[in-house]
């Protein structure tokens, strides 16, 4: 990690933003209703079996994506199992996946979900921004994960299309955050109601050259 990113630890809860909940249990999840919060952190230790899983499907070339739209059900876990580079090594991460999906739905009360697994050699989104949408719950499995901004170390005025008149939007580069690999967070964006305004503002990570990052989306629909 870089002297200018930091990964929030037990040791720094104290100094959280207001709008951050973070915590080692999954029940620091629903805090994302309280209208001060705009992101939620479930910090886990990943099983070894789910990150060797996940580090199988990474051993190729070329970048991918899949996308599920629908109940997160058997069906959703089959072509999962049927989709990925290496299916025979798919089932430990495949549950992984299956579990957050159903917590998703639970929490948020919907029988559909939107998931998007995607392998990656870029930096998907570099310039930080807020999402158009209510929220998204985004985990890393192999990479690093995404960096936010607490609200104390951010310029609004500078989120939109980039435009050479547009002020920096992170304040203080050393107060950038960054998810670990295997937490789990939930972002509101700007289609939160009530959080038009306060979106979590965030980034995809920088990639060194010939590293890839493993990442999990997943929006309630």
Partial sequence: MSSQTSHLSLATHDALPAHAAIGQDISVLPRIFEDAVNIAIFERAMPAET????????????????????QPNDA?????????????AAKPLVDDIATIADAV?????????????????????PRFH?????????????GPG?????EYAINRTGLGAPHPDKPEIATDTAA????????????????WVG?????????????DNGHKRLLMSIDPA
């Fill in 146 to 150: 995404s960096e936010w901004l607490p």
């Fill in 51 to 70: 990150a060797l899983s996940a580090q199988a499907q990474c051993q190729t070339d070329r970048a991918w994506q899949y996308s599920w739209l629908g």
């Fill in 76 to 88: 959703m876990v089959a072509d999962l199992l049927r989709q990925l580079p290496a299916p025979e």
């Fill in 176 to 191: 950038i955050q960054r998810l670990a690999p295997g937490d789990i967070g939930l972002i509101k964006g700007s289609g």
């Fill in 195 to 207: 959080s038009e305004e306060r979106g979590l503002v965030h980034r995809s990570p920088a990639l």
């Fill in 105 to 125: 739905a639970f929490l948020f009360e919907t029988r559909t979900v939107g998931l998007r697994l995607r392998l990656l050699n870029s930096a998907m989104c």
């Fill in 130 to 142: 807020c999402d158009n949408l209510p929220v998204r719950l985004v985990t890393t499995y192999v």
